[in-house]
């Protein structure tokens, strides 16, 4: 959204695009495949529950 609001191209070159990969990496390595559901869970998250 940056990029696209300031047309900083070169954030997104520089910087922008290696925050992304590193982000998405993280995400990835905390991630586990549940095969009962099917699907990728993140486990150790705590919520807020709303009463």
Partial sequence: MYCQTTGDQ??????GAELMLEIAR?????????P???RFEIHGVMGRRIP
């Fill in 10 to 15: 070169e954030f997104l070159s520089d910087y």
């Fill in 26 to 34: 993280f995400w990835a390595s905390i991630a586990h495949y549940n």
């Fill in 36 to 38: 009962e559901r099917g």
